[in-house]
């Protein structure tokens, strides 16, 4: 796959799309010797390993993903898969790069799923949580730092998320730590209020068993999609956590699916390519 130059800002949307194949991204300047010495390898790179996105980003353009990523030395070749920093190298070594493509590079890439992204959906507004020590926008808007943390002494957490239009949910994805991130979580669907007496004695829409793996990666978990054709709202009972200790933890919490009236179109961004793993 030929190198491509991206533009401030689209960084993120070029991670999701990339789903889980590796992701290198030369930080570049246009006057930087080692850089333009590098490029034709890099080029060369590109050909070897064509299931790999290959981009580079000029940080005097790409100032926000520069600051984001913390680029203090051209070139920096940072690494990405899952959309997760995995690697980075400073300099303009041959072997290293390579040896770094060699350790992340998969042949056959996870089956393309193609679904959005539905953050750009969530009607802030009417998302509440429960028994949270931390604010929930922490896990779903990306525009906190920190974590998203049950009461230290309560492993139990309800998060009840809506939508500003009626969405259609394939996949959930829970990236956490892996000693105190969520393990049962109870989805229910579509209603105004829901309390911790209800989450554990009401049926739910379907309960997930998310492992450590998931949670390491982000790795999406696919949905009874059938149940979930038409939701306004959706309530997560987290019931417990991996190793059973007294605080729950999340990083992030990412729905996968298609809006039902598709009005926002480039509002939202393409999830094609993110690995589902089946519970």
């Known amino acids: 796959m030929p190198v491509r130059e991206i533009s401030n800002d689209t960084l993120n949307a070029e991670l999701i799309s990339a ?33 790999a996105v290959f981009l580079k980003a000029d940080v005097e353009k790409c100032t926000n993903e520069a600051l984001k990523y913390s680029i203090k030395a051209m070139p920096t070749f940072v690494f990405f898969q899952h959309g997760k920093e995995v690697a980075r190298l400073q300099g303009a070594s041959k072997d290293p790069i390579e040896q770094t493509i060699k350790k992340f590079y998969k042949d056959t890439p996870t089956k393309d799923i193609g679904y959005t992204d539905l953050k750009p959906f969530i009607e802030e507004k009417s998302c509440t949580a429960l028994n949270e020590i931390d604010k929930w926008q922490n ?5 906190q ?8 002494d309560d492993p139990e957490l309800i998060l009840h998320i809506a939508f500003n239009q009626v969405v259609k949910i394939h996949s959930i994805a829970i990236e956490a730590p892996e000693e105190n ?8 669907i579509n209603r105004h209020a829901i309390d911790f007496n209800d989450a554990k004695s009401s049926d739910a829409v379907q309960t997930l068993q998310f492992e450590a793996k ?9 949905l ?47 999830a094609e390519g993110m690995p589902v793993a089946n519970t």
């Not at 149940?227 to 605080?247: C, R």
């Open 19 to 51: 789903g889980d194949k590796l992701v290198m991204v030369d930080f570049f300047a246009t006057w930087c010797g080692p850089c333009k010495n590098i490029a034709p390898h890099i080029d060369q790179l590109s050909s070897q390993y064509p299931n």
């Open 139 to 143: 896990a779903l808007l990306d525009n």
């Open 145 to 152: 730092p920190g974590m998203f943390r049950s009461d230290e």
């Open 181 to 188: 991130g969520p393990k049962t979580v109870k989805l229910f």
């Open 214 to 222: 998931h949670l390491k990666d982000g790795l999406p978990v696919e």
């Open 224 to 270: 009874r999609f059938v149940k979930f054709q038409s939701v306004q709202s959706i309530a997560l009972f987290f019931a417990n956590n991996q190793s059973d200790s007294d605080q729950t933890a999340i990083k992030s919490v990412t729905f996968y699916g298609t809006p039902i009236v598709t009005t926002n179109m480039k509002d939202f961004k393409k």
